[in-house]
């Protein structure tokens, strides 16, 4: 009972964590002077990650890289075959934002990176850097093709998106800093309750991290892009989910390395890290072929997903 109750008030915790910083972020930004499209693309698409980052980070220093490292693939797995698939379900999908065709070989890329540093089963320091520097790179190069390349329609399509602004720069300001106060809160609970679930089920750190970690903290990721796919804002939706994919390996991962190296990922299997990799290529094939993703595409990653997670639990 004590570990539901732990998990279920990490997550709640992690949830409107998100929310809050996603919104004074993005009515701070706006206030500023900032762009609907960039806030979009910065604030909303990294804000609705740092349940990811809070929790990775936080395991990591507590030594449980297993968790961090899991929580990262294991969330970008979730994304794609559970959120992208639902969305599908929801509202077909036809992107007409031409930046995606850059993000989405990215995000490939950066998967096949992870593989490739992560093929001795940990993350070292330099990996982490690496990592780090790759995040700063690609969020200003996205930034420059974004005002160069967006059409009318899609910036009016970012600006409905975003969180109405707040009243004054001070409650922007009282939003940003209760966020990441309930999100560290939400993380410590989290992690308490999965290592605590893990040890009760004789479960590994990177089986929970996999599943339950990874599932937990994309909730604000599932709840941006069923409501930006329900309001027909499918550029949102998606491109929500492709720059948190990249997010979460090269900032989760390159926080929680540099702050906790090396990073050790004992446990998670590099069959995981090619599944999240095969995801990724299926998403890239989408992308490729004029972004038209059916309702039985998406029923199919929801499948592809199903079938993960038979393959996962048995395992552990």
Request: aromatic letters at 8%; a neutral charge.
């Amino acid at each position: 009972m004590l570990i539901a109750t732990l998990l279920l008030a990490g997550l709640v915790c992690l949830y409107f964590g998100a929310e809050w910083l996603v919104r004074g972020g993005a009515s701070l930004a706006v206030r500023l002077g900032v762009t609907p499209l960039l806030v979009g693309l910065t604030v909303v698409a990294y804000g609705t990650s740092a349940p990811e980052l809070v929790v990775s980070t936080m395991a990591a220093v507590k030594g449980q890289g297993a968790i961090a490292i899991g929580n990262a693939v294991g969330s970008n797995i979730f994304n794609i075959g559970v959120i992208l698939g639902l969305t599908a379900l929801i509202c077909p999908m036809r992107v007409q934002l031409q930046i995606l065709k850059l993000d989405a070989p990215v995000m490939l890329g950066v998967a096949l990176l992870f593989l490739l540093f992560f093929l001795d089963a940990r993350i070292e320091l330099w990996e982490a850097l690496v990592f780090l520097g790759l995040i700063v790179v690609y969020t200003v190069i996205n930034i420059r093709i974004a005002r160069r390349e967006a059409s009318t329609e899609v910036r009016h399509e970012f600006e409905n998106g975003l969180p109405k602004p707040l009243g004054s720069t001070w409650k922007d300001v009282g939003f940003i800093v209760a966020g990441l106060g309930v999100l560290v809160l939400g993380s410590r609970l989290f992690v308490t309750g999965a290592v605590d679930l893990a040890r009760m089920l004789n479960f590994s750190d990177a089986v929970i991290g996999l599943t339950i970690v990874a599932a937990g903290t994309s909730l604000p990721e599932l709840a941006s892009s069923l409501m930006a796919a329900w309001r027909k804002q499918p550029d949102i939706a998606i491109g929500n989910i492709v720059g948190s994919n990249i997010y979460n390996i090269l900032a989760i991962l390159g926080v929680s390395g540099a702050l906790a190296s090396p990073l050790d990922g004992e446990g998670v299997s590099l069959a995981y890290t090619l599944i999240m990799i095969g995801m990724s290529a299926v998403l890239l094939a989408i992308a490729w072929t004029g972004f038209q993703l059916k309702r039985w595409e998406g029923a199919l990653l929801l499948g592809l997903y199903g079938g993960y997670l038979w393959h996962l639990w048995p395992k552990s």
